[in-house]
């Protein structure tokens, strides 16, 4: 099976460095932007296509521009390649108002082999205590109203009780933890994890504010076993209009697969 998200992030490599894709609105936010989550795997998956060793560990990419549906390239070089990281850079480009290119998105990624070493984890904060994905309150996918994005569409999650922002009450408690899945059923591979940090509602919305991602790293630490993942999101700082929004994401075995902060603009 295909994922959506893997079909929708795949581009054509048409020369050395250079993809061609056409960015599907079916990632899209309110006002027609696409979300950053899905830049970046777009970014990331033709990278990996460049660079010679199989798994993405880490991610950095700084949102330039409003990335819209529509053509787009890819322009990605290899910096250095070694025996056990190897580094390279992807940039995101589309025609702007007159025509020309400009950049939406420039990202840096390192590459590494995960399975050419022991897993040895050491982690000082654990999974979140959820109950099993189906005895929770589930929304999203195609249950959906049609007032919701056309990216909350693409998956679903699961909660004890449902957020305050989405009664119209925020609590004031900028975290959350929940489960997340594929509204197609399909399972995340490490690939994907790049989506999935950026794949909720930004939890300030409990303070009763919205936000757009500035720069997003992630961390990449783990293949994920089959399943819906449990994830922990938290804001502890807002000041001058800008907010930090930090992510784990662990996979059914219980395992932390990967995890990231941003910054991001509040609205």
């Given amino acids: 099976m295909i994922s959506e998200l893997a079909l929708d992030s795949a581009s054509e490599r048409v020369a050395d460095g250079v993809h061609e894709i056409v960015l599907s609105d079916r990632w899209g936010l309110d006002d027609g932007r696409l979300n950053g989550g899905y ?8 990278l990996a296509d460049e660079v010679p060793l199989p798994d993405p560990v880490v991610a950095s990419a700084s949102y330039l521009r409003p990335a819209m549906p529509g053509p787009a390239r890819v322009l990605t070089e290899v910096v250095r390649a070694g025996r ?12 702007g108002p ?22 040895d984890p050491h982690d000082l904060t654990a999974a979140p205590e959820l109950p099993p ?14 007032t919701v994005a056309a990216v909350g569409r693409r998956m679903r ?3 004890t009780e449902m957020p305050g922002w989405t009664r119209g009450e925020p609590s004031g408690d900028p975290r959350a933890e929940f489960w997340f899945a594929f509204a197609d059923g399909s399972d995340a591979t490490l690939l994907d994890l790049a989506f ?8 300030v919305l409990e303070l009763g504010r919205g936000s757009s991602t500035a720069q997003l790293t992630v961390h990449l630490r783990e293949h994920p076993a089959p399943g819906p993942l449990r994830c922990r999101t938290v804001t502890n700082h807002v000041a001058h209009g800008l907010h930090e929004e930090d992510v ?14 941003q910054l991001a603009l509040l609205l």
């Fill in 248 to 261: 784990e994401v662990w996979d059914s075995a219980g395992r932390l697969v990967a995890q990231s902060r």
């Fill in 84 to 95: 056990r990281l190897a580094t390279g850079t992807s940039r995101i480009v589309q025609p």
């Fill in 98 to 119: 007159d025509g020309g290119e400009r950049d939406v998105l420039r990202m840096e990624a390192t590459f590494a082999d995960l399975a050419a070493s022991p897993a």
């Fill in 196 to 203: 999935v940090v950026d794949g909720a509602a930004p939890v």
């Fill in 39 to 46: 830049q970046l795997s777009v970014a990331l998956r033709a």
């Fill in 157 to 159: 999650y699961g909660v």
């Fill in 133 to 146: 994905f189906d005895a929770c309150t589930t929304f999203g996918g195609a249950d959906a109203p049609a």
